[in-house]
């Protein structure tokens, strides 16, 4: 069974720094192209960064360039994504997925590899306030 597992949300104050990690069975995410995705109280899910499989680019919408990272810990089957300089506006239920959509500059990035191998973990909260 394929399964998702994120972990690692919690209360940050404003400044403050966060590590999600997004954990996979019976699935190989170093195959796939991984998003992270959060979803806002009354906002639409928005994703917000992709690990590639292009030389290991990652992508990033410009509300998180330069404050969060994503990379892969390929020996433990882990994704992860520091957040760094936290922001209340960063309050969300945070999700990752075996799938990338999001908009990075002038340029909306996709990968779906179809229904069955799109796999997404239940979320973790964060909330920043002070």
């Known amino acids: 069974q394929v399964q998702l597992a994120e972990s690692g949300g919690d209360l940050a104050q404003p400044g403050g720094s966060l590590r999600l990690s997004c954990a996979a069975s019976?699935?190989?995410?170093?195959?796939?192209?991984v998003g992270w995705f959060r979803q806002a109280p009354g906002k639409e899910r928005e994703g917000i960064s992709c690990l590639t499989d292009t030389d290991d680019q990652v992508r990033y919408t410009d509300s998180v360039k330069g404050r969060f990272t994503a990379f892969r810990q390929n020996s433990v089957n882990v994704v992860y994504l520091q957040m760094n300089d936290l922001q209340p506006e960063d309050t969300a239920v945070y999700y990752c997925a075996t799938r990338c959509d999001l908009q990075d500059g002038d340029t909306y990035y996709s990968r779906f590899y179809g229904e069955e191998m799109t796999h997404w973990g239940k979320g973790t909260q964060v909330t920043v306030s002070a």
């Open positions: 019976g699935l190989i995410l170093d195959d796939y192209e």
